[in-house]
């Protein structure tokens, strides 16, 4: 056995008397045994958990301890002693103001158009020049809008400017195309020159270079037709020649072969149909043996040749007599007249 010193030996009792919980004191009469289980279960026994108190329940805020004024701070607004910031706030951009309040009224050119007063390219370039007043005040804009009870005025200046525009009659020859160059043709146009104009002209009126700017077909003939072919600068007589609901009868002399019976004949005046539309009624009777007389009241292209075709005849020759109430008459082909004041379509 080891021995140790006398003063360790008396510090390891020291600490064991320091760290040990003294037992609690057993009873009188019990026995060795039934002490030391005793300590033992009480160094072994868990603390009892401390008792909880629990909350108090939330109580409704009084309603009363705040009462609403209207000094009370809005969102946003610094509170007292606090600076006050200014916030930018944006410009809004000016309002576009409507070019018309009612944007279902008529364009002045068309309306201008509708009450006859000219086409709407004439009135484009009057309502350019200052001439034309609505409800008494100068339009000089384009593509304004006007009530349709709106009052329009012509200046003095376009009337006179009217007065000046001419319509012409030619007699267009086969080989000729009514309207603009094509396929190396020549247009008809060509031939209205001072050395073409018709030695008899009635309307004794003196040719101007003038006379030429602006002047266009109204209406057409087939390249291999002959005929009257009217050409003008006046807007009116355009719209009224070939306009949308133009109504002016033509009459064609038109040379076929063939036999053509009763129902043939009827189907021509009546019942026809081209590219899915329904002709209207028109005049067809016999001129001579070998030539027919046709009357329509419109112009659809190569109308006549297409509705021969489907009765089983051939046109081999086709000549414009007559435009409305004005005739072609003696005039020799290739050269042209002008329209005469007294005479109308």
Same mark, same amino acid.
Request: glycine letters at 8%.
């Given at each position: 056995?080891?021995?140790?010193? @006398?003063? &360790?030996?008396?510090?390891?009792?020291?600490?064991?008397?320091? $760290?040990?919980?003294?037992?609690?004191?057993?009873p009188a009469?019990?026995?060795?045994?039934?002490?030391?289980?005793?300590?033992? !279960?009480?160094?072994?026994?868990?603390?009892?958990?401390?008792?909880?108190?629990? +909350?108090? +329940? +939330?109580?409704?805020?009084?309603?009363?301890?705040r009462p609403? $004024?209207?000094?009370?701070?809005?969102?946003?607004?610094?509170?007292?002693?606090?600076?006050?910031?200014?916030?930018?706030?944006? /410009?809004?951009?000016?309002?576009? =103001? =409507?070019?018309?309040? !009612?944007?279902?009224?008529?364009?002045? *050119?068309?309306?201008?158009?509708?009450?006859?007063?000219?086409?709407?390219?004439?009135? @484009?370039?009057? &309502?350019?020049?200052?001439?034309?007043?609505?409800?008494?005040?100068?339009?000089?804009?384009?593509?304004?809008?006007?009530?349709?009870?709106?009052?329009?005025? &012509?200046?003095?200046?376009?009337?006179?400017?009217? $007065?000046?525009?001419?319509?012409?009659?030619?007699?267009? =020859? &086969?080989?000729?195309?009514?309207?603009?160059?094509?396929?190396?043709? /020549?247009?008809?146009?060509?031939?209205? /020159?001072?050395?073409?104009?018709?030695? @008899?002209?009635? *309307?004794?009126? /003196?040719?101007?270079?003038s006379h030429?700017?602006?002047?266009?077909?109204?209406?057409?003939?087939?390249?291999?037709?002959?005929?009257?072919?009217?050409?003008?600068? @006046?807007?009116?007589?355009?719209?009224?020649?070939?306009? !949308?609901?133009?109504?002016?009868?033509?009459?064609?002399?038109?040379?076929?072969?063939?036999?053509?019976?009763?129902?043939?004949?009827?189907?021509?005046?009546?019942?026809?149909?081209?590219?899915?539309?329904?002709?209207?009624?028109?005049?067809?009777?016999?001129? !001579?043996?070998?030539?027919?007389?046709?009357?329509?009241?419109?112009?659809?292209?190569?109308?006549?040749?297409?509705?021969?075709?489907?009765?089983?005849?051939?046109?081999?020759?086709?000549?414009?007599?007559?435009?409305?109430?004005?005739?072609?008459?003696?005039? =020799?082909?290739?050269?042209?007249?002008?329209?005469?004041?007294?005479?109308?379509?």
């Amino acid at each position: 056995m080891v021995a140790f010193p @006398d003063s &360790i030996a008396r510090m390891s009792r020291l600490t064991l008397k320091v $760290t040990r919980k003294p037992a609690a004191a057993a009873p009188a009469g019990m026995s060795s045994r039934a002490k030391r289980a005793q300590i033992r !279960n009480q160094q072994h026994k868990a603390p009892a958990p401390a008792p909880t108190t629990a +909350p108090p +329940p +939330p109580q409704a805020p009084d309603v009363q301890a705040r009462p609403r $004024t209207d000094q009370r701070r809005r969102r946003g607004t610094p509170g007292p002693g606090k600076p006050v910031v200014a916030r930018a706030v944006p /410009t809004p951009a000016p309002a576009r =103001p =409507p070019r018309h309040e !009612n944007p279902d009224d008529p364009r002045l *050119s068309k309306r201008m158009s509708e009450l006859g007063l000219c086409s709407r390219r004439e009135a @484009d370039e009057w &309502i350019e020049n200052g001439w034309v007043s609505v409800d008494g005040k100068v339009v000089n804009t384009l593509g304004v809008r006007v009530s349709p009870f709106a009052r329009i005025e &012509i200046a003095k200046a376009a009337a006179q400017h009217q $007065t000046e525009q001419v319509t012409i009659l030619h007699h267009k =020859p &086969i080989g000729y195309v009514s309207g603009q160059a094509e396929d190396g043709h /020549t247009p008809a146009s060509a031939l209205i /020159t001072p050395q073409n104009r018709w030695a @008899d002209d009635p *309307s004794r009126m /003196t040719f101007k270079p003038s006379h030429l700017r602006g002047l266009a077909p109204a209406g057409r003939l087939d390249i291999d037709s002959t005929g009257l072919l009217v050409f003008t600068q @006046d807007g009116r007589v355009a719209k009224r020649l070939i306009g !949308n609901h133009s109504d002016v009868e033509k009459e064609y002399l038109v040379r076929v072969e063939g036999k053509l019976d009763d129902a043939g004949m009827k189907l021509l005046q009546h019942g026809l149909e081209l590219d899915g539309v329904k002709l209207k009624p028109a005049k067809v009777s016999w001129q !001579n043996e070998d030539q027919l007389r046709f009357v329509l009241r419109e112009g659809r292209k190569r109308q006549i040749r297409r509705m021969c075709e489907m009765v089983g005849l051939v046109v081999t020759g086709l000549k414009r007599v007559r435009t409305g109430s004005v005739s072609l008459g003696p005039l =020799p082909v290739g050269q042209w007249r002008y329209l005469r004041r007294d005479e109308k379509f």
